[in-house]
Nanobody, 128 residues
Framework: QVQLVESGGGLVQAGGSLRLSCAASGRTFSSYAMGWFRQAPGKEREFVAAISRSGGRRSYADSAKGRFTISRDNAKNTNTVYLQMNSLKPEDTAVYSC???????????????????WGQGTQVTVSS
């Protein structure tokens, strides 16, 4: 079992930045690829970014490329994945959730249904 707790959401003006964190506890954090997804009101959940077990592979949605950066810290007492979000736009407003995907190999996936554990989410609101 893996427990995921997100933090760092809030209200920011367009053009501003936020850094989301997702703290993981439970089984070995470094065995999991990690992803960030978001869901806006009335819309489907969508992939934002993912990072492999080692951090060596990363994948981004087109909407996130050049503005968002995913990273992770596999140190035993940290076990956290981050999403640095810059140049935020009103259309980035959503609930952002992190997810963990158990992986044998150092790969990533954008498919939500392949992730095993999910956090509760943190609200990000970008005002115009």
């Amino acid at each position: 079992q893996v427990q995921l707790v997100e933090s760092g959401g809030g209200l920011v003006q367009a053009g501003g930045s936020l850094r989301l964190s997702c703290a993981a506890s439970g089984r070995t954090f470094s065995s999991y690829a990690m992803g960030w997804f978001r869901q806006a009101p009335g819309k489907e959940r969508e992939f934002v970014a993912a990072i492999s077990r080692s951090g060596g592979r990363r994948s981004y949605a087109d909407s996130a490329k050049g503005r968002f950066t995913i990273s992770r810290d596999n140190a035993k007492n940290t076990n956290t994945v981050y999403l640095q979000m810059n140049s935020l736009k009103p259309e980035d407003t959503a609930v952002y959730s992190c997810a963990a995907d158990y992986r044998t190999f150092d790969l990533v996936t954008m498919a939500a249904n392949e992730y095993d554990y999910w956090g509760q989410g943190t609200q990000v609101t970008v005002s115009s």
